[in-house]
């Protein structure tokens, strides 16, 4: 069984976001294990259930009641305390949970770029999947992006989303090189869940698998 990393977005927890992909809980059971992941607890009460990976600074209180510590730094330990227990096949990202999955895959890529990121696992990343993705515009993240052009990724969108435009998932995308596949949807905000998406992400890790298998095959 594959092991999926799954990231929430910024007001959301891992609860909030397996039970809006259910079905693709569902559909994936056959071969993975989903693992739903919260981020560090936040300071502030005011947050209450939510864990951004990052604080927006905004003029809107609301994004920022928190900005008496450095949320980044809190995220970047969490993260390599996690990643030196647990192994990964793929990941799963909504938001600014495909964000943080970009900026992952670049840590990951090149852990120097990222004091106090010393994850002590390896981990076999085959695949990933963004949803409503966007490249971050936070400062410490302007030198870490280095993603790694040989993952298949799947992008997804929708036209009409109104947090986060279409353009900037393509933006996102177009740092992932030839291996990126874009796909629209009309269910807003959201990973994708209804009709015959389920069965689109299965084909879509089960062909990245097979990718990753047939890679090592040949350089072994």
């Not at 294990?33 to 927006?56: A, F, K």
């Not at 949970?97 to 970009?102: D, K």
């Not at 770029?113 to 002590?120: A, G």
Request: glycine share 4%.
């Amino acid at each position: 069984m594959l092991n999926i990393l799954v990231i929430h977005g910024y007001l959301q927890t891992a609860a909030t976001l397996r039970y809006n992909i259910l079905p693709l809980e569902r559909e994936l059971s056959r071969i993975a294990n989903l693992h739903y992941v919260d981020g560090p607890p936040m300071q502030d009460l005011s947050w209450r259930d939510s864990r951004p990976w990052w604080v927006i600074k905004s003029g809107e209180s609301w994004l920022d009641p928190d900005n008496t510590t450095n949320r980044w730094d809190e995220t970047v330990r969490w993260w390599s305390e996690h990643l030196s227990e647990n192994e990964y096949d793929g990941i799963i990202g909504l938001s600014q949970g495909s964000a943080m999955t970009a900026l992952l895959l670049s840590m990951l890529n090149n852990a120097d770029n990222v004091p106090e990121f010393e994850p002590k696992k390896s981990q076999p990343i085959k695949f990933a999947i963004l949803c409503s993705g966007f490249v971050s515009q936070h400062h410490p993240h302007r030198n870490i992006y280095d993603i790694p052009l040989h993952i298949p990724t799947l992008h997804t969108f929708d036209n009409r989303d109104m947090r986060v435009s279409a353009h900037r998932t393509i933006e996102l995308s177009s740092l992932f090189g030839s291996k990126a596949v874009r796909k629209s949807h009309n269910e807003g905000h959201a990973v994708p869940v209804r009709d015959a998406w389920p069965k689109v992400f299965s084909e879509f890790i089960a062909g990245a698998v097979e990718e990753s298998r047939m890679r090592q095959t040949d350089s072994a």
